[in-house]
């Protein structure tokens, strides 16, 4: 499996308020988003990451996303992180950060990835706004690479307030259709 770290240059907020929500509810706690206090994060699982960025430009009161689950061998998969809240340090700035640990179909480690930006030495969000994190991780399953459900382990972590909390989200691997 290849594994990509992308960098994004671009900032992006969406107005919402600081609970997450699903069609105008109360969204119900899941494994892919979660919070302490005023701080909180969603991971999405996307093979379309430029719609999703598309998407993201574009200011609504809340987003539709998609969050696809399967890709073929030989296809992209990202995980894009949406968070709100991060505690300011005493210059105004947030110290935000995301490790990740992908979990093969067996069980074993196949990367970790540790202090990936999240949100780091920039003013925090206005509140009620959702930042999109700097760093995202990509994965291209290759011919090689077992198929099945591989997990997501992410570590969301703002290092001023010394606030963490984990999330978790997964992807199903298929052979490629030829």
């Not at 998407?55 to 969050?67: C, I, Q």
């Amino acid at each position: 499996m290849k594994f990509l770290i992308f960098f994004i240059s671009i900032v992006s907020f969406s107005v919402i308020s600081e609970q997450w929500y699903e069609n105008g509810e109360i969204a119900p706690e899941r494994s892919f988003q979660g919070g302490i206090g005023d701080f909180g994060a969603m991971v999405f699982m996307t093979t379309d990451s430029q719609k999703m960025l598309d998407n993201w430009e574009v200011p609504t009161d809340g987003y539709y996303v998609t969050n696809d689950e399967e890709v073929e061998k030989g296809q992209p998969i990202e995980a894009l992180v949406v968070f709100y809240g991060c505690e300011t340090n005493e210059i105004g700035n947030c110290i935000a950060e995301v490790d990740y640990r992908i979990i093969k179909p067996d069980g074993s480690v196949y990367t970790e990835i540790k202090a990936t930006e999240l949100w780091k030495n920039k003013p925090a969000m206005p509140e009620g706004q959702l930042g999109l994190a700097v760093d995202r991780v990509g994965l291209i399953a290759e011919q090689e690479d077992p198929v099945g459900r591989y997990t997501v382990e992410l570590v969301i972590r703002d290092l001023v307030s010394n606030i963490e909390f984990p999330l978790y989200s997964s992807f199903k691997v298929n052979e490629a259709n030829k």
